[in-house]
């Protein structure tokens, strides 16, 4: 919920068509005030925010429904994993089955 100077609620569609206002000066057309979570989460997560605290912040009932719904930021993750280890482990020689013999 977010306030006004006022410390009264602001309203909902007022509140979405000034951020709309704002990201059109900025030239960010087609941001929604609701992408601000989905940044939030997704930037956290590539920083190396711990799921749980995500989760929490952003008010959902479990981890596991956080990681749902970014799990596509987590397959990123993952293949930068992999070619860390590409990079630590050596080469393998690459053998043909006519090599084998």
Same mark, same amino acid.
């Given at each position: 919920?977010? /306030?006004? /100077?006022?410390? !009264?609620?602001? &309203?909902?569609? @007022?509140? @979405?068509? =000034?951020?709309?206002?704002?990201? !059109?000066?900025?030239?960010?057309? &087609? /941001?929604?005030?609701?992408? #601000?979570?989905?940044?939030? +989460? @997704?930037?956290?997560?590539?920083? $190396? +925010? %711990?799921? %749980? /605290?995500? *989760?929490?912040? #952003? $008010?959902?009932? *479990?981890? +596991?429904?956080?990681? =749902?719904?970014? *799990?596509?930021?987590?397959?990123?993750?993952? *293949?930068?994993?992999? +070619? #860390?280890?590409?990079?630590? #482990?050596?080469?393998?020689?690459?053998? %043909? &089955?006519?090599? !084998? %013999?």
């Amino acid at each position: 919920m977010f /306030v006004s /100077v006022e410390d !009264k609620p602001l &309203n909902p569609p @007022s509140l @979405s068509r =000034d951020f709309a206002r704002i990201v !059109k000066r900025a030239g960010l057309e &087609n /941001v929604r005030f609701h992408d #601000l979570r989905h940044s939030f +989460a @997704s930037l956290m997560l590539l920083r $190396g +925010a %711990k799921p %749980k /605290v995500i *989760s929490e912040a #952003l $008010g959902h009932a *479990s981890v +596991a429904f956080t990681m =749902d719904i970014y *799990s596509h930021i987590i397959q990123g993750m993952q *293949s930068e994993a992999m +070619a #860390l280890l590409d990079d630590v #482990l050596p080469s393998g020689i690459n053998v %043909k &089955n006519d090599d !084998k %013999k």
